[in-house]
């Protein structure tokens, strides 16, 4: 079955970029149905939209996050990846990626364990 | 804070049932599909419901979803152990222009 594993520093200096990769198995990233996207969740908090992307296609973002953060696809690689910029300490989260259907509803599923990512000096 | 909100705890006996809200307005939950994770104790989220009240394969049919206007329902029936959890609801914002998750709820099996 489709699984996603994110992996990338877990300790980012504040005013640095965060940089992630998910890689997609036991599936392409290439389907057509669905985009890819990244949640982040701060600790004891619900979880917030980062931004999705499609394979052949430009990202779409959170407002709140569409300044600092770009994503980009290895199709070869069967990755996808995040970078979000002049990061902070609010930026200190579990990032999770996953697969997002995007059509007549939007949905994420399934989703990687997620990774700590913790904003200090 | 977000635009959807969830009481913070829900809680019942092993067997009774449990519902939560997600109460949002005209800009996500009217006019958008609702979908509903589950958050287990360390674990990722898990979809439990999408397109208001539709179950992936392999998710037990005592999780059953709702829309009703400006708000939606989550309902457990049969509540287990295994059951105790976070749930978030979740949405399209058209006005924010962005994915929204609920405030979350909590779930104890008494």
């Known amino acids: 079955q489709l699984q996603l594993q994110e992996s990338g520093p877990g300790l980012v200096k504040p005013s640095e970029t965060l940089y992630l990769t998910c890689t997609v198995s036991?599936?392409?990233?290439?389907?057509?149905?669905?985009?890819w996207g990244w949640i982040r969740q701060p600790p004891g908090t619900g979880p917030e939209w980062i931004g999705s992307?499609?394979?052949?296609?430009?990202?779409f973002f959170n407002p709140t996050l569409s300044s600092r953060a770009t994503m980009s696809v290895d199709t070869a690689k069967n990755q996808f990846s995040l970078r979000l910029s002049s990061v902070t300490a609010t930026d200190t989260a579990v990032y999770h990626c996953?697969?997002?259907?995007?059509?007549?509803?939007?949905?994420?599923?399934?989703w990687g364990q997620g990774t700590l990512v913790t904003v200090s000096s | 804070q977000s635009v959807l909100t969830q009481p913070p705890s829900e809680s019942a006996a092993p067997g009774q049932k449990v519902t939560i809200s997600c109460s949002g307005g005209?800009?996500?939950?009217?006019?958008?599909?609702v979908s509903w994770y589950q958050q287990l104790p360390g674990a990722a989220p898990k979809l439990l419901i999408y397109?208001?009240?539709e179950r992936p394969s392999g998710v037990p049919a005592r999780f059953s979803g709702s829309k009703s206007g400006t708000s939606a329902t989550l309902a457990i029936t049969g509540l287990q152990t295994g059951d105790e959890a976070d749930y978030y609801c979740?949405?399209?914002?058209?006005?924010?222009?962005?994915?929204?998750f609920g405030t979350g709820t909590m779930v104890t099996v008494l």
């Open positions: 996953a697969r997002h259907y995007s059509g007549r509803s939007n949905w994420f599923d399934p």
């Open positions: 397109e208001n009240d």
């Open positions: 036991g599936g392409s990233i290439s389907d057509n149905t669905y985009y």
């Open positions: 992307i499609y394979y052949s296609a430009g990202a």
């Open positions: 005209s800009s996500n939950i009217e006019n958008n599909f």
């Open positions: 979740g949405t399209w914002d058209d006005s924010l222009n962005a994915y929204v």
